[in-house]
Nanobody
Framework: VQLQASGGGLVQAGGSLRLSCAASGLKFSSYAMGWFRQAPGKEREFVAAISEPGGVTGYANSVKGRFSISRDNAKNTVDLQMNSLKPEDAAVYYC??????????????????WGQGTQVTVSS
């Protein structure tokens, strides 16, 4: 199983980035997908997740209304659109896959597979 995250970079505060995660080696439609992030000196934290089936989404309070998660089961991808970025959003962002029959989890320990991470830097 491979999860390949991309799309990170340097952006000014208030700007936007779109992260993408391409999955291979798993039955993508059987997995809930999540995005987590980890800033230096901090623990990994939940950002957003999307279930399968149903495409139900969930967000951390800190990103609600600014970030949007979506998935394309035909392409085996999950995207995270990040708008109105703030300096506190800077972190390494990871995509992850959780074999669930429904819903999604906020808990990183529930996710079986992880991507390598992509760096997001937000300048003030």
């Amino acid at each position: 199983v491979q999860l390949q995250a991309s799309g990170g970079g340097l952006v000014q505060a208030g700007g936007s980035l779109r992260l993408s995660c391409a999955a291979s080696g798993l039955k993508f439609s059987s997995y809930a997908m999540g995005w987590f992030r980890q800033a230096p000196g901090k623990e990994r934290e939940f950002v957003a997740a999307i279930s399968e089936p149903g495409g139900v989404t969930g967000y951390a309070n800190s990103v609600k209304g600014r970030f949007s998660i979506s998935r394309d089961n035909a392409k085996n991808t999950v995207d995270l659109q990040m708008n109105s970025l703030k300096p506190e959003d800077a972190a390494v962002y990871y995509c992850a896959a959780d074999r669930k029959f429904s819903g999604y989890s906020y808990d990183a320990s529930d996710y079986e597979y992880w991507g390598q991470g992509t760096q997001v830097t937000v300048s003030s």
